[in-house]
């Protein structure tokens, strides 16, 4: 019936509808009869949804917000390192291996001719060789008798995997692509077989990475281990899709090791898979409630999180008046309380001083009668979190706020808009797994491709896994 009326009054001039409709007009919509009526709410419908989007909130995924209802970006400090760092310069050439002389016969502007001349200039430049093409290694395996054996044994090939034709260095280095730096499996095979000469296909490559976190699981295992000895541990999680279904991607980050898991519950059954006793040092978060369940010396949660909550109130909750003075006296907690961290100038009895008063102030603020739903929200949150709001006054390598496991759970989230997640448990493993080798390695400054390489070539030929290797020292 819609769909007559509109074809019907189509043909029928009616007054614009807009901001500009006359009260005159209006009337003369409605003298027409009940059909033009209709006919001009349903445009007036068909105008409103197709100029007018949904309001974003904290919520709404980047990507799903058009770009000019993006508020314009601002920069709280000037981009590069601050004053006083040191530089980091390029490093130092290598020498060149090819030479070229480039000289112009005639003048570029006029045609004229020239003059030959002894001044020029050296310029260097540094390519990939269009010559680079895929080398096949024929090995011969000798088989000897072993007299005290008493049967035939062979040398161990420590290119590449037992069975595999594809060698170390292309494995890790693909993997590396995948795992580490988020290119897909297509984009991968793309590569390899277009632009290499690698015949290689999309479930090749995943049964070939999947028998390399098979064979680095020990150094899995030694990252795990060493996030639950440091002296800060940093934990966030994330959305996981595996077998189109909702999983979770847990991040544990300390400053040369992150482990990652993906689990079926974000509840704290998860945290106990990796939490196995009680930890000893200081586990930095937010205030997602399964954190509290974890048995751990020291708790810091982040503030950041907590300025990002009051903004929350202020912008979509619609605060009644008595919120601005719990608002005001709260912020100036907690920037007072940071503005203490970094004043290295303060004597020891001064700080302690102030220290005492921030617990007073903080005891003040809970106990004040507000009347604010909100408020009272938010005071209930900082009555359970008495203890860990401010343990970054009492210890110099606690920061306030958690900023270390959302930058490590990053790569992870660009990794999940290019891959859609996992298909199957097994292949949610392996990406846990290398997922954590390739950033570990990162942090700790190796290179993946020449340490990997190298310690598979090692199992082969030992049947032992090298430790994974230490954090290097800074240059210089």
Known sequence: MAVAM???????????????????????????????????????????????????????????????????????????????HPGAPRAERPKPTVFKAHRANVCPDCGGSLTRCRQMRTRQTVDIPAGIHVETTQHTIHRDWCQTCHKHVEAVVPDALPGSEVGNRTLVLSAWWHYGLGLTTRQIADVLNYH????????????????????????????????????????????????????????????????????????????????CEEF???????FWGPYNAVACSRRQVCLVHLLRDLKHVEQYKQPSRHWPP?????????????????????ADESYASRRTRIDTRLDELILAPWEDSQARRLIKRLRRHRGDLFTF?????????????????????????????????????????LMSIYRTLQQRGHDPLTIISHAIATHLQTGQLPNLPPKLAPSG
């Open 393 to 433: 006054l009492d210890h110099d390598d606690v920061p306030f706020d958690n900023n270390h496991a959302e930058r490590s759970i990053r790569p992870a989230i660009v990794m999940r808009k290019n891959q859609y997640g996992n298909r199957s448990a097994s292949g949610a493993e392996t990406q846990a797994l």
């Open 326 to 346: 719990f608002a005001k006296k709260l912020r100036r907690l907690l920037g007072d309380a940071m503005r203490l961290k970094k004043n290295d100038e303060l």
């Open 280 to 286: 000893a040092g200081t586990l930095v978060t937010d």
């Open 196 to 275: 290499l000469g690698l015949e290689l296909s999309r479930g090749g490559l995943t049964k070939m990475w999947r028998r390399l976190s098979g064979t680095l699981r020990p150094w899995y295992e030694q990252i795990r281990e060493q996030a639950l000895r440091s002296g800060v541990l940093h934990g966030d999680e994330t959305g996981w899709r595996e077998s189109g279904k909702t999983h979770w991607l847990w991040a544990f980050a300390t400053v040369d090791a992150t482990f990652y898991m993906i689990d079926r519950s974000r509840s704290a059954s998860a945290l106990k898979k990796f939490f």
């Open 6 to 84: 509109l074809s019907k009054h189509k043909k029928i001039k009616l007054p614009t509808l807009g901001p500009n409709l006359s009260e005159a007009e209006a009337r003369e919509i409605y003298r027409r009869g009940e059909e033009a009526t209709v006919f001009a709410l349903l445009e007036l419908a068909q105008h409103w949804g197709a100029s007018e989007q949904p309001t974003p909130t904290p919520a709404t995924p980047s990507a799903m917000i058009p770009t000019f209802q993006k508020p314009a970006a601002k920069r709280g400090k000037r981009p590069g390192r601050k004053p006083g």
